[in-house]
């Protein structure tokens, strides 16, 4: 079956507009993560969503970064008033979660530019 | 806590020599230990996880790692690596009974020369 899916493949703005990354979670799976990935760096946890549950936002870097999740299904990911820090690579993942043990499944990613 | 550890940035190994890729974790309770590759361009891609049972585990594209306990060591590891298993290599752990959001590690380039 289809895979995760994300759009855009690549966003290039400028420094001050705001930018939406859209993420398409394999279907039945209630896990869905988000993950940042900056040039030569590993992978930044962001946000994490379980079904109906309230996110796990921990990982969020600031108040500019915001998520949601509609329907349990398509994610959105919100970067207002972009800095040329957030250039980096989303990534977005998702799992069946009746269990930790299950593996997650990556998505192409988000190349963000912020000139 | 969860952290996991690759102490290696950049492996380099011939074409047709054996690999590893090394591994450490550190959990509270028991793990849950993933391996991911990441090909240019690409998302990450599952290989293998351990679970519970045997310790060592066989994963796609010829792949295994083997759970060591004592050593808190979830190394990679093939027989005979090829050209094309060149790539960006992560580690990931879980705490049994923790948060549901994995731990990675930063990352190991491997790069096979022919």
């Known amino acids: 079956g289809a895979g995760v899916s994300q759009s855009p493949s690549n966003k290039v703005t400028e420094k001050g507009k705001d930018v939406e990354l859209r993420c398409d979670p394999i279907?039945?799976?209630?896990?869905l993560y988000w993950y940042r990935q900056s040039l030569g760096q590993g992978l930044e946890f962001l946000i994490y969503?379980?079904?109906?549950?309230?996110?796990?936002k921990s990982g969020l870097p600031s108040d500019r970064f915001s998520a949601e999740r509609t329907g349990g299904s398509v994610s959105t990911l919100t970067i207002q008033r972009t800095q040329q820090e957030d250039s980096a690579v989303y990534l977005c993942?998702?799992?069946?979660?009746?269990?930790?043990?299950?593996?997650?499944?990556f998505g192409p990613g988000t190349r963000l530019t912020v000139l | 806590a969860q952290s996991v550890a690759q102490p290696e940035d950049q492996v380099n190994v011939a074409e047709g020599n054996p690999l590893t890729v090394k591994c450490t974790y550190s959990?509270?309770?028991?793990?849950?230990l993933f391996w991911y590759v990441q090909y240019p361009n690409r998302g990450l891609q599952f290989l293998l996880k351990?679970?519970?049972?045997?310790?060592l585990v066989k994963g796609s594209y010829g792949f295994e790692a083997e759970f060591n306990k004592s050593q808190t060591s979830f190394h990679l590891k093939k027989p005979s690596a090829l050209v094309s298993d060149s790539a960006l290599y992560f580690c990931?752990?879980?705490?049994?009974?923790?948060?549901?959001?994995?731990?990675f590690g930063r990352g190991t380039s491997l790069i096979v020369h022919p």
């Open positions: 993942a998702s799992s069946l979660a009746w269990t930790g043990g299950n593996e997650q499944f």
């Open positions: 279907s039945g799976h209630t896990a």
């Open positions: 969503f379980q079904g109906n549950s309230a996110p796990d």
């Open positions: 959990v509270s309770g028991n793990p849950y």
């Open positions: 351990y679970i519970t049972g045997d310790n």
């Open positions: 990931a752990v879980r705490d049994i009974g923790g948060s549901y959001i994995p731990t």
